[in-house]
């Protein structure tokens, strides 16, 4: 299975600038951006042994963090940013990137995995597509394993009005044109579905948008 807006959303077009973008934790997009991504990496705690999926792996800025371990899979749609976290990443060992949608992977992949991490991809997911991408998630991780999500989210459905028109009165207009061309994830029918497939959740928040939730498998 295919997502979607796999295409829409490849981002070989931003790629050369996504990591300065980044940096610019003043936009509400990127608020909270290095603070959700340490805290991806203390959940996920990766021993030497894991095997680590990251899904959605950009230009790699979650992938160089993940300590040393057995292997590490970076799994991105754009070519473009792979070639980036490529050069990052050329120095460790037991490193493989593949190109690919973050669902469609999963028909290409038997792997099973410690830890699955994503950030700041799956919200280009619907929210029927994110529920597929959360079966694959629980099938595939193994007993204990741990999911760790940071991405752009919304507490529930009834706050999402009052969060547009608060960043078009703050001078954001084009954060609330994302909100709705995109599909942020809405945290409590998430945890929900993820507790509901047998996930112990928590989650985190650290920005007006960026938010963290970790499901640990029993």
């Given at each position: ?8 959303f490849?981002?070989?077009e931003d790629?050369?600038?996504y990591?300065?973008d ?14 959700t991504l340490?805290?991806?990496i203390?959940?996920a705690?990766v ?9 959605g ?9 993940v300590?040393?371990c057995?292997d590490?899979v ?15 990443l050329?120095q460790?060992?037991n490193?493989r990137?593949?190109?690919?949608d973050?669902?469609e ?5 038997d792997?099973?995995y410690d830890?699955?991490l994503?950030?700041y991809a799956v ?7 994110k529920l ?11 007993p204990r394993g ?11 459905e009834s ?6 028109a608060y960043?078009?009165a ?19 029918p998430s945890?929900?579905?993820?507790a509901?497939?047998g ?19 029993p």
């Open positions: 299975m295919r997502s979607q807006h796999a295409d829409t490849n981002h070989d790629a050369a600038d990591d300065a980044v940096l610019n934790e003043s936009h509400p997009i990127r608020a909270g951006y290095e603070a340490a805290w991806v203390e959940q705690e021993q030497p042994g894991d095997v680590v999926l990251d899904l792996s950009g230009t790699g800025n979650l992938s160089v963090r300590p040393d057995a590490l970076c799994v991105d749609i754009s070519a473009k940013m792979t070639e980036i976290a490529r050069d990052k050329y460790r060992e490193v990137l593949i190109q690919a973050l669902l992977f999963f028909g290409q992949d792997q099973r830890a699955i994503s950030t919200h280009h997911l619907t929210d029927d597509e597929v991408l959360f079966q694959h998630v629980w099938e595939r991780l193994n741990r999911a760790v999500f940071g991405d752009l989210m919304v507490e529930n706050v999402l009005d009052e969060l547009k960043f078009r703050s001078g954001h207009p084009e954060v609330a044109v994302d909100m709705d061309e995109e599909f942020f994830w809405r945290v409590e945890v929900m579905a993820l509901d497939l996930f112990d959740v928590q989650t985190e928040r650290f920005s007006d948008l960026s938010w963290g939730i970790t499901a640990r498998k």
